[in-house]
């Protein structure tokens, strides 16, 4: 083989080993892949071997800080629930402590009204503010502090007590003795004041003027307690035998009952709201009462209570014309306060009964005034 044949073969070996261009001028020459190395270094494979370990700790790292994360997440919402379901247990709570006040204060109320006791003062006047007491416990000293309990007939001191609790102590007792006042002593306990037997006759006519109009609810006051006292005395009289009868025990039982029932008819004469309605046949009644004219006061009696207007049984309106007179049958001078409300009712009745014991403690000089 001579020189030349061996140059070609070489040269078109060359040839074929080179990779032809690509065609398109937006292909790039292909970077040669090396291939992989079939011995490392122990620096290799050191460095390798950190940087993997590095890797996983990252990772690690990672997915503690996000479990932390989501932990702490988790505890600030159940922190919130928490403080939620707190807030709703104090505010029923707050409910419920005031709607037990508020009854309390209802039974209180309704106490008191039973007993004829003055209402309770308002909430506000009965709520102490420590601010307050604190700035007035600097302005009283002590001996006058002393003087003023004493004079209230109180204990100057208690035991364990100190200036500021024996200051709001005497705070306390001056605020109950201005919102109660002096209950006078009789079968029904009121702030009016009684009048002198011989300032009890009432005239037939209600006054005009304010002065001489709360005169006049002392002066029933006064009446209705000493007729009551009288009915009580005369009870109290009777002999042990006839007072455990049954019967003595239901006159006392009436007694008693038109006691209670009288008390509402008291707290309007202490208020003067007793409209004019049931004021002028009350007066007439306890007028004429006075004057031991009985049958004259039970038909004043009988007109309050049932009335005089006519009342229609059944169908008013038959026909398409008006009936004479129809507008007679809802007149306001002939309204039945007997069916006005059942505290009105009570001590309407109360009345009658204080009338029937006066006929009998009072006989009427004119049997013609004796009542049936």
């Not at 909430?123 to 420590?130: A, F, G, L, V, Y």
């Not at 004493?150 to 204990?155: F, K, V």
């Not at 007066?283 to 009988?302: G, M, S």
């Amino acid at each position: 083989m001579d020189f030349a044949a061996l140059m070609s073969k070489e040269i078109s070996k060359a040839k074929g080993s080179v990779t032809p261009k690509a065609s398109g001028p937006t292909k790039e020459k292909e970077a040669p892949v090396e291939p992989p190395k079939k011995y490392l270094r122990r620096g290799e494979v050191e460095a390798a071997r950190i940087a993997a370990y590095n890797e996983e700790q990252e990772r690690l790292q990672r997915e503690r800080e996000e479990r932390l994360a989501n932990k702490r997440k988790l505890e600030e919402e159940e922190a919130d629930r928490n403080r939620d379901r707190e807030e709703k247990k104090r505010k029923i709570a707050e409910q419920s402590k005031k709607r037990r006040e508020e009854e309390e204060d209802a039974k209180e109320r309704e106490r008191r009204r039973r007993l004829g006791l003055p209402e309770l003062p308002a909430k506000n006047d009965r709520d102490e503010t420590p601010a307050s007491e604190g700035a007035e416990a600097e302005d009283m000293e002590e001996e006058e502090l002393t003087e003023k309990l004493r004079a209230l007939d109180e204990p100057a001191r208690l035991f364990g007590e100190n200036h500021r609790a024996r200051l709001r102590r005497y705070r306390r007792l001056v605020k109950r003795s201005a919102t109660l006042q002096k209950m006078t002593d009789g079968p029904i306990p009121t702030i009016l004041e009684p009048v002198p037997g011989g300032q009890m006759i009432i005239e037939a006519k209600i006054p005009k003027e304010q002065d001489r109009r709360l005169f006049l609810f002392r002066q029933l006051a006064s009446y209705f307690n000493m007729v009551l006292s009288e009915w009580e005395l005369a009870l109290a009289k009777r002999d042990v035998t006839v007072r455990e009868s049954f019967q003595g025990k239901q006159a006392y039982n009436a007694m008693v009952q038109s006691r209670e029932n009288l008390k509402p008819l008291f707290r309007r004469f202490e208020k003067a709201d007793l409209e004019d309605g049931l004021l002028e046949p009350i007066v007439e009644i306890v007028h004429k009462a006075q004057q031991r004219r009985y049958v004259d006061a039970n038909d004043a009696y009988l007109r309050v209570s049932i009335g005089k207007a006519a009342w229609p049984i059944g169908v008013t309106m038959v026909g398409i014309h008006e009936r004479s007179a129809r507008e007679k049958l809802h007149q306001s001078d002939q309204q039945a306060h007997i069916l006005s409300d059942e505290a009105t009712r009570k001590y309407l009745q109360s009345i009658k009964r204080c009338l029937s014991f006066a006929q009998v403690r009072w006989p009427p000089e004119d049997q013609l005034q004796v009542m049936g």
